[in-house]
Structure formats: structure tokens, C-alpha cells
């Protein structure tokens, strides 16, 4: 049986990586969703794709006014919402270029990154809990990050941004209990994982073929993540299964956080 049947779900940052991988796993298991991003094009793309129970919405996550516009198509549309997955996000880099340590980053760059990844996560809660209200019910899902949880000296601005959706995702959950809402909110902390943002900084041809192996050493698992391995973590948590977990972190990151820098040699015989 579908696990996500007579589920309506709306994903931010649908149109590629995990995002896309995250709403085309929801369809897949009887879902009804909500396909949104910046790119337009890029999310009524997938959505055709995807079939009649996939929609396609333009929606910049740091505007409030694309927010609300999106809950009016909701309740319109369905009366209220089960699942909202947070997963918009970027590093930065491409939209502020330049230094973005602690001693460099420009405030117009702390800003540019802050307004989506921090501001959009909570506006997407904001929305999010009005709509599930209708429901007595949901799940959101916030996508953090392992930067999260450590320094990261290249990209301040990202690291503080994903560490602030980890500590909102835990406000929301009890606030929502506080409250006696049923509704649950969880994180997923990916790192590593091969999406076309690693995709822009690996470069191409020998080069790629030596950052990624270089970025592979250092994983205990010794490879990257898959956007679809991120997708079943986030479908387990829109679904039944996780139905007494709220306020918590699953981390994706083939090891890195446990420790170990390498895997263990095998014994020789």
C-alpha cells in the first residue's frame, strides 16, 4: 500500500536535487504535492512529468507574499495540508560571490543567504502550521544540514543558517505540542550528497574525477550520498512510521559525524 495515499504535501526547492527527488518519491507513494521553487520552468517541468497528482508553483521562499499566495492555493485547492518539506536552501556562493569566511563575508552576503535559508524555513513553518490546523495534523520536514552542527570556515553565513533550522525545527515541535496541535516537525541533516549544488563546485572532467575522490576519502562509507537516500528519510517522516517522533535530527552523512575520518582495514588473513 502506498505510503503517503490521500496525503497532500507541498516541497520547496522542487526542481532539482534532493527536492525533485523528494517529490517524485511522495507521487510515487500516493501523494498528492505541491511541486515549488524560484524556478518556475524548472518545477512545471517535473511536474508534467510526474502525472496529475503533481502541481507546479513559483514560489521564492524569502518572499512572505509568495507564502501566502501559495496557502491561498492550498486551501483552495485542498482545504489544508499534511506535509510541508522545507528544502529550499542555498550556500551563497553563486549569488554573493566572493569570501564568505567569518573575516571577509560581506553583510549583504550574510543577508542574501539568511533570507532564504532562514527566513524561508520559518515563513514555510508559519504557513505550514495555519494549514494543518484544518487538518488536526501534519508533519513538516526542514532540511539542515551537517554545516549545521559544525564550524564550516569558507561559508559562515550557510553553516549559521542550516545550525538556526535545526534549533527552529525544535521550537516548532514544542510549540506545536505546547499547543496541542498534532503536528510534528523533524530535520534531516544531509552532507555529502551529490546534487547539482556539489555539482557546480566539483568542476568537470580530471579535475571532478579528483575533487570527488578527494571528498570520498573522508567519508567513512567512502562514497557520496544519494538525493534519493535523503527522499526515503523525508518520506519515513511524512509517513505513519514516524508518528511519535517530533522535535528530532536524522543525520545522512555516510559516517562523517560518528568520528572516524577513514574505515577500518579489513584483518589480513
Known amino acids: 500500500m502506498a505510503r503517503l495515499s490521500g496525503k497532500q504535501a507541498l516541497v520547496t526547492g522542487a526542481a532539482r536535487g534532493i527536492g525533485a ?6 507521487v510515487r507513494e500516493g501523494a498528492e504535492v505541491l511541486l515549488t521553487d524560484i524556478d518556475g520552468a524548472g518545477v512545471e517541468a517535473l511536474a508534467a512529468r510526474l502525472g496529475e ?3 507546479a508553483r513559483t514560489l521564492d521562499v524569502s518572499h512572505e507574499t509568495h507564502w501566502s499566495q501559495a496557502a491561498e492555493w492550498v486551501e483552495q485547492s485542498w482545504g489544508g495540508l499534511d506535509v510541508l518539506v ?26 542574501t543567504v539568511h533570507r532564504v535559508n532562514t527566513d524561508g524555513v520559518m515563513l514555510g513553518c508559519q504557513w505550514a502550521i495555519r494549514l494543518m490546523k484544518a487538518r488536526q495534523g501534519g508533519s513538516i520536514i526542514n532540511l539542515s544540514s551537517r554545516s549545521g552542527v559544525v564550524g ?24 506545536c505540542a505546547q499547543q496541542g496541535y498534532a503536528i510534528r516537525c523533524n530535520a534531516i541533516l544531509p552532507a555529502a550528497v551529490l546534487t547539482p549544488m556539489w555539482e557546480d563546485m566539483l568542476g568537470e572532467g580530471e579535475m571532478r574525477d579528483r575533487a570527488v575522490a578527494d571528498v570520498e576519502a573522508g567519508i567513512p562509507m567512502g562514497r557520496f550520498g544519494r538525493p534519493g537516500e535523503v527522499a526515503e ?15 528530532t535530527d536524522l543525520h545522512l552523512d555516510g559516517g562523517i ?12 588473513e
Not at 21 to 26: D, M, N, T
Not at 92 to 107: I, K, R, Y
Not at 257 to 267: E, I, Q, W
Open 21 to 26: 527527488a523528494i517529490a517524485e518519491l511522495f
Open 53 to 55: 497528482r503533481a502541481h
Open 86 to 111: 522545507n528544502n529550499a536552501g542555498i550556500t551563497g556562493f553563486a549569488q554573493a560571490p566572493g569570501l564568505h569566511d567569518p573575516e571577509h563575508v560581506s553583510l549583504e552576503a550574510w543577508r
Open 152 to 175: 564550516i570556515p569558507a561559508a559562515a553565513a550557510y553553516a549559521a543558517s542550516k545550525a538556526a533550522v535545526l534549533n527552529h525545527t525544535r521550537t516548532v515541535a514544542l510549540y
Open 233 to 247: 528519510t523525508a518520506l519515513f517522516l511524512a509517513s505513519e512510521a514516524s508518528s511519535y517522533m517530533t522535535g
Open 257 to 268: 559525524l560518528a568520528g572516524a575520518a577513514s574505515s577500518p582495514r579489513r584483518a589480513e
